[in-house]
Structures are given as C-alpha cells and as structure tokens.
C-alpha cells in the first residue's frame, strides 16, 4: 500500500509536542519530474513492523509520562510521528511538515514558533543529517535512536543533537579489536553507499590498520543499485580470498545484498555485522540461515521494558478506524485486506496478535526500541528541569510552571544536562557531544534446539574502559558459519613462527609477506614479528633463532685433543729432562759432567724442567690467578734458562782464552756464574713485579674474534709488559748466540759452543716466527702457538746441548776421559 510522508501517520495533540520521524515503510517511489506542473507526492510502500514498533514504542513512553505523577505531573505531552521511509527527500519533507506552523501578534512584527519542542529520529544516519541540519537552524533539539555515524559528535555542526545509541566511532573500534583478537588479520568489507556506512567504514579500516589488520577490498551498495551492479558486488566478494566479511550496511542494503547472495549461492564466509543489522529478526529466519549463521557483530544490550508488549498487543485498527497505517500494519500482519472480499483473506479487525509472532510482537531483543524509549524521557526529564516541576517551595505541590513559549534552545540546554535512571536501573546521560556511554553486547547468531536462529550474548565492549580491558570473551562457545565446524582461517599470509621475521611484499598491503630467518645472533620469540632482536652480547640465537642462549666460552682445555696432546708433550719434555738430570748425577764424577760445569748444567736442567711444567699453566680454563702466573713464569724460568747458558757461555769462552799465551784474561769462577745468573734472573724478576703491580694480566671475554662464541683469554693488561718480557729473553738469547758462535771453533775435542750455538739458533728461530703466528692466530689457537714455541724451545735447548753428552755417557764411555776431553790421544 502506498502511503504519502508529507502527513503524520499517527498524532495527539498535548500542552508539549514531540516530533518522530521512522522508517515505517522501507521502499520509496519517487514520482516523475516533468517540470510542468507540481509534483505528486511521494509514496512509500513495503512496512517495516520493526520500525513501526519503535514509533509504538515512542507513543507508549509518552502516555506512561502522561499518566505519571512525578514526571510533567500537570504537563501533557503530545506527538506527531513522520514516515522517513529510509530516504534523505522524505526525511527532508517530514521535518518541514514538523515544523510548519505559524502564529501572528497584533504587533508590526511576525514572530514563529515550531509546533514540536523535540524530534526524535531518524533510524538512519544520512536523513538524521538531514534532519538535524533543517531542525538545527531552528535551534530544535534532535534526539536518534539508530544514528551512528560519528560525524554527528560534531558539535560546532550539530550543536542541537542527542542520541541514545553509541558512535559509529566506538563501533569501529570494537570491531576492528574483535577482528584482530579471533586472528582475522585479511578480510573483505562492504558497506552503505551513505553517511551511515562511508563514515562507519572509514572509522573501522583506520581502527584496523591500527590494529594490523587488513582489508582486501571495500565496496559499496546503495538500495537504488541496479541488480547487475549488486550481481558485480558479489563476485567481487566471492573471488577475494578473505574468508571474513565485515558488513557495514542499513537494513535496507543488507536485504538487497542477501537476494543476491542467495541467487548466487554464496556460502561459506564468516559474517561481521554492524548494529544496524546483527540482531534484526529480520532476517534471522530460515531463508537466510545458511549464509548468516555463525555471524559475529556488537550491538547495545538488550532489556526489558515493563509493560511494552501488553501495550503492543492493544495496537489495531479499533483505535482509529479511519487510520490508514494501522490498517496496513494489520492486514500486512494477518495477510489479509479491508478493501476487497476478492483474493486475500478479509480482515475484520478481531484478529488476535496475542497469536502472532513477528517483529513487531517480539519483545525479546529490545535494543533499540530502548533507545526510543530513553530518548522521549529524556525529553520529558529536560522538560521537567525547564518548567521547574516540583521546585514552588510548596508542600505537597508537584505541579509545573507553564511557560506560554518555551525556548528551543533552552531545551537543548537541559538536554545537555540530563542525568537519570530509568526503572530498570540503567543510568541516561550525555557526553559533551550529545553521546551516550559506549558500551556494547558481542553478539553470535546460534541456533537453538528447534532448530530457530538466536542472538546469544558471547562477549562485551565498554569503550570507557583502559585500553587492553575494554574488550571481553565470557567464555561462552561461539558458533561458526553453517559449513564449517572451526573457526574460519582469514590471512593474506600464513604467521612467520618463531625464528623469522616478516618481511613485507612490495606492492602488496602489509598483512601479505614473506618469511625471513632471522640473521646468525638474532631471534623472534613469536609469531608474526615483525623485526628479529639481536642477542646481547654474551648471547647467541639457538639453532631455530627462537630464544638466545649463553654463548660457547671457548679455552684451550685439558679435555680436547689438542690441550691434551700439547700437555702430554710438556709432561714428556719435563720427564725427559728430569731423566737427563738423573744420568747426570749418576756420571757426576766424570770428566765430562765436570767439563760441562756440572753446577750450572743442573741449573740449566732444573729451568728447562720449569719451562716445560709452565707450558701447562697456559691450558685451562683462565682465572685471575693462572692469567699472573703463566706469564710471569714463562719470563723468569726463560730468563733463568737463558741466563744459565750465558754463564756457560762466557765460562767456555774466558776458559779457552785464559790458557792462550799472552792473554790475561782470568777464568770464571764459580761465585762470578752464579753471580751473573742470578743478575740476569733477578732483572726480569723486577719487570714482572712491575708489570703484575702496574697492570697484571687478567682474565677476558673477547666476543671481537668470534660473534658467535666467547674467547676466554688472558689479557696482557699492559702490552708493554709482555713485550719487555719477551724482549728481555730475546736479548739474552741473542748474546748468547753470538758469543756462542764466536767460540764454535775453538780446539778441544768437547768444544760445548757449538752445541749452545745450535741449540740458540733453533731457540731464536722458534721465537721469532712465533711472533707473526701469535698474532695472526684466532682465539684458543693463540694459546696454543705460545705453548708450541715454549715446547719447541725447550726441547730444542734440551736436546742440542744434552744430548751429545748423554750419547757419550751411555754408549760412548771411553771419551769420557780427561785425556779425550783435552784432545790428546
């Protein structure tokens, strides 16, 4: 039936005037402009008795408030309700309609007032626009029930607007949070082609990104697209590969876009709804169940309002028998007509809607005719404050102080100022934009046990809440779309685990990218990092570069081969010289031992066997003790070492030049070696003392050499210091050398020169490549060339100058004879 929206569809008149504008019809025809004579009027069809409840609702607000002797006691409170037919024009006709109403004074002047003090409306956010901008001007306040669009909280532009449903701006939010915390990171969207849903959308993709969350692609439907536009939409839809759709849409798109769906058989994805749609009885029938079971979406929580369903059942054509838009209500709710006995069923105005279940009967998800309700007691409590109801100092006297004018923008004023509590407890009150508390119900459609679709509470959303508590599962079971048994799976990309990064691909939303190892000291300890940390410094990435563990520390030990084999050759060097030792003591008494110096030969044996043993103070792991001792040990038993075959040295050479004629030249006694022995020793023990006072070796973490391992080393602590030990024994070593090779050929059978020059010769080379190994050696390696020069030193020494001797005492006896040692035969 068509219905014409320039005339109230339902009014009563009152000392106070409450305007409403609802979507009672959803379509609208507009009729043909010919530019030649007036236009007709518009004419909306197909009723909404969801919509048509709230206007019912409104009414029955306003007569509790009539009939309550504590709210207006004195004050009655009329209406005029405006078919919006979910269209800007109509909109636009109802609010002129609402105010066109005119008064003239005796005076010169003309002043006007508008008939209503207050709308309440619109169900959708563009003709709520639109009616706010007209009433505004006016200064009318505007109070909507199911505006949402964030753009409303403008109060520089909308200084004369309330609304008891939350912004879209909260909505977006919460969205975007339940999206990111169900693991939907690459989903679709579709939206409104209106303020409602381009307002509403862009909030939500901003909240996404912010949330990392993306969106494959976002389209728009308006009601008056053709069908192959909407046929287009859906392949769009159906050829992403989001799983998730998040739909933004009015009830009216949402009913365009379900045809379709249904016409292509479209199944299998997980719908997020905004408010406007998710608890709609609507469409919770079984012809849409395949395709919207499952869905997720917020919407404000539901209640109850006492005595609205018996109300709602006295609703008929027996109220007002010439009412057109309750007899459309009732013939569109019994399917029968009052015009003809032909084809339908006739009504006759008997029928029972006790026996009906449909939106308009169904009470059970009251949510937005709530807001309704809310919205005319606010009205009415601003009133209340405005007229100073209650306020005369009189006893007993509840009555209010009617003013013949009552000032628009005053009750705005007291609009902004409204703070009360509805009989259900629930607290109404504005912010400074004229919003309400954002608070939402997380709501999942299950299907009960007949087999009937319900809206089942699984979670909350308070935005008053701190960030990381406004959102809240309450742990109830959520049902996912009708084809699958699991939560669907929505990623443009599968996680990175742990050990990789995400890398992003280049021309491709963040959401898609690829999987990167993390580098050698670098990990990630979850899923989808976007960036790998690097370890600290004594640390190093496991071998999946998940968590970082303590570094290798790395020494030269006893228990690896190589420590093993250089302390077996160290005990083998020391063993071998105490043998050597032992033979000597044993022949004592024989020219040889006695030509060798026997006191400085046993010396030298007793340094030589130091050297050895102090190889193994280089091996092991380094301590503060052990790092001062391997050093200064090396240097003193070297210098005493050296030093010994320096006195031995000079001893040979001041010997064979003494019994040369006309030389006079004394021998070395024995007080004058060991004398210059001790000197010797005694200096580098000074430098020592020095270097371990001033600036001792230590034990330190070299992490420079190896990243991924720690070289456990011996600082020098002071350079100098090492060097001026080493330098010292290489001067000594040098002096023998040279006057070792100035004596090598002097007569005697047993000239002991050559031996020391040799011996020195295989010293000083051993020494002097050791420098360019040590330094180029990487980590235990360095170690491990110091304690080869040290064997290779010693055992050089050892043999070169013990070795000949041994030779002749074991398996040579008849040279071991004075006569044989001075050359004679």
């Known amino acids: 039936m068509l219905r014409s929206p320039e005339f109230p569809l339902l009014s009563k008149e009152g000392d106070v005037i409450i305007g409403g504008a609802f979507s009672i019809h959803s379509h609208i025809t507009n009729p043909p402009l010919s530019f030649t004579e007036l236009p007709e009027p518009l004419k909306c069809s197909r009723i909404n008795l969801r919509e048509f409840r709230f206007a019912q609702t409104m009414i029955f607000a306003i007569e509790e408030i009539n009939n309550s002797s504590s709210l207006l006691p004195n004050i009655s409170i009329g209406y005029k309700l405006f078919d919006s037919c979910g269209s800007t024009l109509a909109s636009t006709r109802a609010v002129m309609a609402l105010m066109n109403e005119e008064e003239r004074t005796p005076r010169q002047t003309c002043w006007s007032q508008s008939p209503v003090h207050a709308i309440i409306g619109a169900s959708e956010s563009s003709s709520t626009i639109v009616m706010v901008q007209i009433a505004g001007t006016f200064q009318i306040p505007v109070i909507s029930h199911f505006a949402t669009c964030a753009c409303l909280s403008n109060r520089k532009e909308y200084p004369f607007f309330f609304r008891t449903i939350p912004s879209d701006y909260y909505q977006s939010r919460a969205l975007a949070k339940l999206v990111k915390h169900l693991g939907w990171t690459w989903v679709g969207a579709v939206r409104s082609d209106n303020d409602y849903g381009n307002n509403g959308m862009t909030a939500f993709i901003a909240a996404a990104s912010q949330e990392g969350v993306c969106v494959e692609y976002s389209v728009a439907i308006s009601r008056t697209d053709r069908s192959e536009q909407v046929s287009r939409l859906i392949r769009v839809i159906r050829e992403g590969s989001a ?97 003809s006995t032909h084809g339908p069923t006739q009504c006759h105005g008997s029928e029972r809607l006790q026996d009906v279940n449909n939106p308009f009967t169904d009470v059970s998800e009251l949510r937005i005719s709530n807001n309704v309700y809310k919205a005319v007691y606010a009205v009415a409590h601003a009133l209340h404050e405005m007229l100073k109801c209650g ?243 090396f240097g003193i038993t070297f210098a005493l070492c050296m030093s010994c075959i320096l006195a031995k040295t000079v001893a040979v050479v001041m010997a064979f030049k003494a019994k040369m004629p006309a030389n006079p030249l004394p021998q070395c006694s024995a007080l004058c070696q060991r004398t210059s022995v001790l000197s010797c020793t005694l200096l580098q023990v000074i430098v020592c003392v020095m270097w371990l006072s001033l600036a001792p070796p230590l034990p330190h973490k070299n992490t420079a050499i190896a990243t991924e391992r720690i070289i456990l080393e011996c600082h020098f602590g002071s350079a100098i210091g090492f060097w001026a030990v080493l330098g010292y024994i290489g001067l000594l070593a040098v002096l023998c050398l040279i006057l070792a090779f100035l004596a090598r050929k002097l007569p005697d059978n047993f000239n002991e ?53 041994c030779y002749i005492l074991l398996f040579k006896p008849e040279r071991n004879t004075k006569r044989h040692m001075m050359g004679r035969n």
């Not at 739909?247 to 016409?263: H, R």
């Not at 020391?756 to 990487?778: G, H, K």
Request: charged share 15%.
């Open 753 to 805: 020169a050559k031996f020391i020059t040799f011996s020195m010769l295989i010293f000083c080379t051993v020494w002097l490549t050791f420098i360019p190994a040590y330094v180029s050696s990487p980590g235990k390696f360095t170690v491990a060339v110091e304690i080869f020069a040290i064997l290779a030193s010693s055992f050089g020494l050892l043999c070169c100058i013990y070795a000949p001797k």
């Open 243 to 339: 799983r998730v759709l998040v739909a933004f849409l009015a009830q009216g798109e949402m009913d365009i876009l379900l045809e379709e769906t249904l016409k292509q058989n479209m199944t299998g994805l997980q719908w997020v709804g905004s408010e406007s749609w998710i608890t709609s009885g609507y469409f919770s029938h079984k012809r849409y169940s395949a395709i919207l079971t499952g869905s997720l979406g917020f919407n404000i929580k539901k209640t109850k309002i006492a005595g609205l369903r018996e109300f709602l059942l006295t609703v008929g054509p027996h109220q007002d028998p010439h009412n057109n838009i309750l007899k459309e209500f009732w013939e569109e709710t019994f399917g029968c007509s009052f015009q």
């Open 391 to 633: 306020q005369s100092g009189e006893v007993g006297n509840q009555s209010c102080t009617w003013k013949d004018y009552l000032e628009l923008k005053q009750v705005a004023k007291q609009l902004q100022g409204v703070n009360f509590t509805l009989g259900s407890g629930e607290r109404v009150y504005f912010d400074k934009n004229g919003d309400p508390a954002a608070t939402y119900e997380l709501v999942n459609w299950q299907k009960n046990q007949a087999g009937d679709t319900v809206f089942v509470a699984v979670g909350s959303y308070d935005a008053s809440q701190p960030d990381g508590k406004q959102f809240n599962m309450n742990g109830l079971q959520i049902t996912w779309p009708a084809d699958s048994l699991k939560r669907p799976h929505s990623v443009c990309s599968e996680s990175c685990l742990p050990g990789f990064r995400q890398a992003v691909i280049k021309g491709k939303p963040i959401c898609c990218f690829s999987c990167i190892a993390c580098a050698a000291g670098e990990i990630s300890n979850s899923n989808n990092s976007a960036e790998c940390s690097q370890c600290p410094l004594e640390y190093w990435s496991n071998e999946d570069k998940s968590q970082c563990v303590p570094k290798v520390i790395e020494f030269l030990s006893y228990g690896e081969t190589m420590g093993a084999l250089l302390t077996s050759f160290s005990l083998f060097g020391a063993g071998l010289t105490l043998l050597v030792s032992g033979i000597f003591f044993h022949f004592r008494h024989t020219p040889l031992v006695k030509a060798s110096n026997s006191e400085l030969s046993f010396l030298l044996l007793f340094s030589l066997t130091m050297c050895f043993l102090c190889s193994l103070t280089f091996i092991g792991q380094p301590t503060k003790w052990s790092c001062m001792l391997r050093h200064t040990a």
